[in-house]
């Protein structure tokens, strides 16, 4: 009697889902498993936000730059592909802020916003004599009552006071989360915080605790790591490992139907009907709560509103830019009157993306609540950002050239995204078994996050289809 074979389709070919892909047939492969799987993606590329662009001997990332060294799994991935050794290492360098249209540094000793030693946050302009007073509150503060969830900016804002939260925490968090820190969940975007605060009482002890225990000798190196052709080569290094029909491009779901016997139906958008015994959707769940509606009451994302942000890459000659001192780049406070969130100087962040005697720029353009770049042509764009830039940087040309993109941000994780979460999975689970929810919408947007995910998927995924193993 023939074994029974398994099949198991992957929706979305973004990182989650191609690291699913990309684990699960290792799996297969590995224990002789009777599985087959699909992938569809409905656009005609993979990698979903990750894209970088190769152009006249620069790599230009239009999403996601880099990845935190400390969460392994982006490495690793790496690693498994073939590709430690295209690993590369950002350059260290000072980081400003904006502030009253000049750059100013960010104190040294400043982990995410928090002052961890005396005189550079005694010294700064970032912060008045008042707002300093206040911030040193925090040593006296007793540690916040109670495991629930609050928002990043109540939780930051009862130890520091307003000006640390705004001239620095504030700029600094929305590099990874765009959305307003006064709606972001503490517990689903920086639970790290939370704990120290239960440990230690006090965020600045804390913070110089946690600095203290891995500071070493030398000067610091660089925590975040890319790729030396761009974090693309992850998304090619997966698609050229797996078989070429097991990847469905340019056509999306456009129902899911449940068997009465077990198992589902996928009514694509082309026509197709493809018959599988469990789902992976690894999309944004503003596209999976529709499919998924019929048979599970899903609540949408809690007070969702997801805004557009624009990255804009912009290539000169070596001497076509003067910052007027060294750096890696700066930030922008959501007060400052200023278009641009951040601007990195691509070229001293990371040297291997350009070529000798060149300079490349990538500006961020896009603040929760102001949308109106999103009406603009790209050369508007270029124009309001290089008025931006001119304002504390010289910059008398146009660039050589310039892209720019604009994506759809990940959700903000607003306070309660934990119950939330648990409560959609709990119901995707008796009502609908074998069907997963991974990626960006749930359990962390970065691309080690959405990596965790895809890779925790595959056990549920195989265990889901042969229970017995």
């Not at 699913?20 to 224990?31: C, D, G, P, S």
């Not at 119901?427 to 959405?450: H, T």
């Amino acid at each position: 009697m023939n074994e029974k074979t398994y099949h198991i389709t992957i929706v979305g070919g973004g990182i989650t889902g191609l690291t699913a892909a990309f684990y699960l047939q290792r799996e297969i492969e590995a224990k002789g498993l009777p599985i087959r799987f699909q992938l569809i993606e409905e656009q005609d590329r993979l990698g979903g936000k990750i894209k970088t662009w190769r152009h006249e001997g620069f790599v230009i990332e239009q999403g996601p730059d880099s990845f935190l060294e400390r969460k392994t799994s982006a490495a690793q991935l790496a690693t498994d592909l073939g590709l430690k050794d295209d690993l590369v290492r950002n350059s260290t360098g000072q980081a400003y802020i904006w502030h009253k249209d000049k750059l100013v540094a960010i104190p040294e000793g400043a982990v995410m916003g928090v002052p961890t030693k005396l005189m550079p946050f005694v010294s700064t302009d970032l912060i008045s004599l008042s707002g300093k007073i206040r911030a040193a509150a925090d040593l006296i503060l007793p540690a916040t009552e109670g495991n629930g969830d609050i928002s990043v900016g109540d939780f930051f804002r009862r130890r520091l006071g307003d000006e640390v939260i705004e001239n620095l925490i504030q700029p600094l968090l929305s590099g990874v989360y765009s959305g307003d820190i006064d709606k972001l969940s503490l517990l689903a975007s920086f639970p790290q915080f939370a704990q120290l605060e239960k440990q230690h009482r006090s965020l600045i002890l804390a913070m110089k605790h946690s600095r203290q225990q891995t500071s070493g000798q030398g000067k610091p190196k660089g925590i975040f790591l890319t790729l030396k052709n761009g974090l693309e080569s992850l998304v090619e290094g997966i698609e050229k490992s797996l078989p070429a029909s097991s990847i469905q491009k340019g056509t999306g779901v456009q129902e899911l139907q449940k068997k009465e016997n077990g198992g589902y139906i996928l009514v694509l958008k082309n026509g197709q009907q493809l018959e599988t015994d469990a789902v992976l959707f690894t999309v944004p769940h503003a596209v999976a709560e529709p499919l998924l509606r019929p048979y599970a009451s899903v609540p949408s994302l809690p007070q969702a509103k997801p805004h557009m942000v624009a990255t804009i890459a912009m290539a000169f000659g070596e001497n076509a830019v003067d910052a007027g001192m060294d750096g890696t780049g700066f930030i922008v406070p959501r007060n400052s009157g200023a278009k641009i969130t951040a601007c990195t100087w691509a070229h001293r962040k990371w040297p291997h993306t350009t070529p000798g005697n060149k300079v490349l720029l990538r500006s961020f353009v896009g603040k929760s609540g102001e949308q109106s770049f999103m009406q603009q042509t790209d050369e508007e764009v270029l124009d309001a950002v290089l008025h931006d830039l001119r304002k504390i940087m010289s910059i008398p040309k146009q660039p050589d050239f310039y892209k720019v993109t604009r994506l759809q941000n990940a959700i903000p994780y607003v306070v309660g995204h934990l119950d939330w979460v648990q409560e959609i999975k709990g119901k995707i689970q008796s009502s609908l078994p074998g069907v997963l929810l991974a990626g960006a919408s749930y359990s962390g947007v970065g691309v080690p996050d959405c990596i965790d995910q895809g890779k925790k998927a595959v056990s549920e995924l195989i265990a889901s289809v042969e229970p017995g193993r």
